[in-house]
């Protein structure tokens, strides 16, 4: 079993920035592939970013690259994902996410088997 928590997020200006966290817990993070995944209300949950478990690999949403930026601390069992340039369209729901048995950094929801809580963050304009 692996427990997934996030924090960071919150409400901020457009522009601005915001560090998101997710703290892993349980079976082994080293070797598993963390993503992060958004839902707006009235919209689909999207892919956001993942990264495997050395960061060769690292993949994002065309729409937050140059902007986001993810990266993981093995030793804390910790995933990040520094945000800047901030705009109203990321408004929503952040999810950390977990997969076991991958070598690359996965868009596809349905390959994690493990999520986090959910963080809200608010960029206003």
């Known amino acids: 079993q692996v427990q997934l928590v996030e924090s960071g997020g919150g409400l901020v200006e457009a522009g601005g920035s915001l560090r998101l966290s997710c703290a892993a817990s349980?079976?082994?993070?080293?070797?598993?592939?963390m993503g992060w995944f958004r839902q707006a209300p009235g919209k689909e949950r999207e892919f956001v970013s993942a990264?495997?478990?050395?960061?060769?690999?690292?993949n994002y949403l065309w729409s937050v690259k140059g902007r986001f930026t993810i990266s993981r601390d093995n030793a804390k069992n910790t995933v990040y994902l520094q945000m800047n340039n901030l705009k109203p369209e990321d408004t929503a729901v952040y999810y950390c996410?977990?997969?076991?048995?991958?070598?690359?950094?996965?868009?596809?929801?349905?390959?994690?088997?493990?999520w986090g809580q959910g963080i809200q963050v608010t960029v206003s304009s």
């Open positions: 990264i495997n478990w050395n960061g060769n690999s690292i």
């Open positions: 349980g079976r082994t993070f080293s070797n598993a592939v």
């Open positions: 996410a977990s997969a076991a048995g991958l070598h690359g950094a996965t868009p596809r929801a349905n390959e994690y088997g493990y």
